[in-house]
């Protein structure tokens, strides 16, 4: 039993706009600034505040590697998603219904249970990633892989941008609390429909499941067999070296603002850059990686990345800033996109797929959790420029790193 062409193109299209929908709720609740500022307004401290981004990157990796193991009993990745994605996304119903009710009378109840809400959303996201990487990987034609993500992480920013300006206008014309629970409640619908899309997918089952039981020592076992795999084991380091080069730019914002004394509003017109580059370089990197090789456009990313640096270090005008959050744009594009891509051509002829995605964003999660963490550190101890310089140092490691020790899976095969 084979998928054919025509559930090739249905799962093009229910892919591409689950990703939409998804992406637009993620705007109208961002943990970047919707959250933030909520919390905030409920008392919360500013380590209250930092645990938001900390729940955000363990949630995404440290369910992973129960997922991965999870994912592998299951013969068709789509019903195990569709289980987990409804209490990803029930918790912002609730963080809507406490806006209405229960933010005013009682705020710091409403601060613990939001923040066990989020915690709930984003473990169970990092649970299933494993299962719908896999799931991506078996419905969509490789070919067209890069396509699919730029469609949804494109469209989705061009989404995100409009969703953020909605989320302005609640917020000025209804305030705390009601403002900020008309938004949850309009991220919730926007992720219902894009459960309603994800749960369309035409998936062939797979040949064999893992059924045997689980013992923990045969499992670590298989997780150092794993990391035997040497293309599989750079590109892990590549992305390592990558995430400590770009944790420097959440701080570029703050770092722009002091030398160039500008406004808070000029915040709004950096993000709105930011989508919008991410948009149009979404589209050109994931169709130029479908054609020339997912590694050519992280490359691309890269040396966005480190122009964008460079700038940053001589920036000295408004019009210089604005170019700094157009290059963030294509090496976020780049990462997203082609980064995920190139990690399925990776897995394409690998047995125990999900076992590989867990323990790549098991990983990771603990490097971008870390990261910032340092890079803060740094700047406290020493100063920006130090910092933005020593980024484009790893970025330069990690250009150099990707370029020459990790095999484009593509150009291999053929």
Excluded at 98 to 112: E, K
Excluded at 293 to 318: E, M, N, R, T, W
Aim: aromatic share 14%; net charge positive.
């Amino acid at each position: 039993m084979r998928i054919t062409k025509k559930d090739y193109s249905w799962n093009f299209f229910v892919n591409s706009m689950d990703m939409i929908f998804f992406n637009l709720g993620m705007a109208m609740a961002s943990i970047s600034t919707v959250l933030p500022v909520y919390i905030k307004n409920l008392g919360a401290s500013n380590f209250e505040v930092g645990l938001i981004p900390a729940i955000a990157s363990l949630g995404w990796g440290l369910p992973a590697l129960l997922g991965a193991k999870i994912a592998e009993e299951y013969a068709v990745k789509r019903d195990l998603i569709v289980r987990v994605a409804f209490f990803e996304r029930l918790p912002y119903l609730f963080i809507a219904l406490i806006s209405f009710f229960l933010a005013n009378t009682n705020p710091r109840l409403s601060l613990y249970l939001v923040i066990s809400l989020l915690a709930v959303s984003m473990f169970s996201m990092g649970f299933s990633t494993p299962s719908w990487v896999r799931m991506i990987e078996k419905v969509i034609d490789r070919n067209k892989r890069g396509a699919v993500l730029a469609i949804g992480t494109g469209v989705g920013a061009v989404a995100g941008a409009a969703g953020a300006a909605f989320v302005r206008h609640l917020l000025q014309n209804h305030g705390f609390p009601n403002g900020f629970g008309y938004s949850f409640l309009c991220a919730w619908i926007f992720f219902s429909i894009s459960h309603i899309f994800l749960s369309l997918n035409r998936e062939i089952p797979d040949r064999t499941v893992n059924g045997e039981n689980f013992q923990i020592r045969n499992y670590f076992a298989s997780i150092k067999t794993r990391l035997r795999n040497k293309n599989y084991r750079n590109y892990l380091i590549e992305r390592t070296i990558t995430f400590f080069g770009i944790s420097v730019n959440s701080f570029a914002v703050i770092y722009l603002g002091k030398k160039l004394s500008l406004d808070d509003y000029r915040v709004a017109e950096f993000t709105a850059l930011l989508l919008i580059s991410q948009a149009i370089s979404a589209f050109l990197l994931g169709f130029l990686g479908d054609k020339l090789g997912h590694k050519f456009s992280l490359i691309v990313g890269k040396i966005a990345q480190l122009f964008a640096l460079f700038i940053l270090l001589i920036c000295d005008s408004l019009s210089k800033a604005y170019f700094v959050f157009l290059l963030f744009g294509v090496e976020y594009s780049s990462a997203d996109v082609n980064g995920l891509a190139l990690t399925m051509d990776l897995l394409s002829r690998k047995r125990k797929k999900e076992l590989y995605i867990g323990i790549q964003n098991f990983i990771l999660s603990l490097v971008s959790f870390t990261a910032p963490l340092i890079i803060g550190l740094l700047i406290d101890q020493f100063d920006y420029s130090f910092a933005f310089i020593l980024a484009s140092v790893f970025g330069l490691v990690s250009l150099v790193f990707l370029t020459v020790f990790i095999t484009d899976p593509r150009k291999e095969s053929n």
